[in-house]
């Protein structure tokens, strides 16, 4: 069985502040991928990034940046120098091959204030 | 950009009422997803299409929630008789297999009343 955790339900923080959100994922497969969505306050789930589990390597997207270690089933995603468009539900999800079920974790809801 | 349409956005029904809501997914996407989204229980795979086939409804009340694709072209999720408890925000998406992400449609707001 497939799981996804995010323990922190709230994160708020000040403008400009690097804010990470912490995502820990169970699965028995050796193949499987992750993903982040951000769910802005209009309700749409926008995809961020997937990653496969065959790659670790860190992936930096402008102030976004994705820390995966298999080491730890962990799959972080932190925002540097946060701005009040980055308010939002963000969550982590896990696929086991592709194609297959996305398994969502409860999501973490961000706000930054200015 | 390509885009997941979702028809309609909102819906207000009363209790008893069939409700149909409509995905067109993404030309050349072979995997579709139905979610349903509530505040108590997140984000929750009703059902899940590869190539046209349902591959995995095990999260749907049987009873009474159906899913179908007809074509390609269209996906539908279906509740009769709808129930107070199914309000929540339906998501449909889809992807090519899941490598390059999975797309999700804007949602149907469901209240039943």
């Known amino acids: 069985a497939q799981k996804v955790t995010q323990a922190q339900t709230e994160i708020s923080v000040v403008e400009k502040e690097d804010v990470t959100l912490d995502c820990v994922y169970e699965?028995?497969?050796?193949?499987?991928?992750l993903f982040w969505y951000k769910q802005p306050p209009s309700g749409e789930l926008v995809f961020l990034i997937r990653?496969?589990?065959?790659?670790?390597q860190n992936e930096i997207s402008g102030r976004y940046s994705w820390n995966f270690q298999k080491s730890t089933s962990s799959f972080n995603f932190t925002i540097t120098a946060s701005q009040v468009v980055d308010s939002a539900v963000y969550f982590c999800a896990l696929s086991e091959r592709g194609g297959s079920r996305l398994t969502f974790g409860e999501g973490t809801q961000l706000t930054v204030n200015p | 950009d390509a885009r997941v349409t979702q028809t309609p956005r909102h819906k207000v029904t009363e209790m008893g009422q069939e409700v149909t809501m409509r995905c067109q997914p993404i030309l050349g996407h072979n995997t579709v997803f139905w979610y349903r989204q509530t505040m108590m229980q997140g984000l929750e795979l009703l059902a899940y299409f590869r190539n046209r086939a349902p591959l995995d409804d095990s999260g749907m009340p049987k009873d009474r929630f159906s899913a179908e694709m007809p074509d390609a072209t269209l996906a539908t999720l279906k509740i009769q008789p709808s129930e107070p408890r199914d309000s929540a925000v339906y998501f449909c998406a889809s992807g090519l297999d899941g490598y390059y992400g999975y797309t999700f449609g804007s949602g149907t707001r469901l209240t039943v009343v």
């Open positions: 699965t028995r497969d050796t193949t499987y991928y």
């Open positions: 990653r496969n589990s065959f790659d670790e």
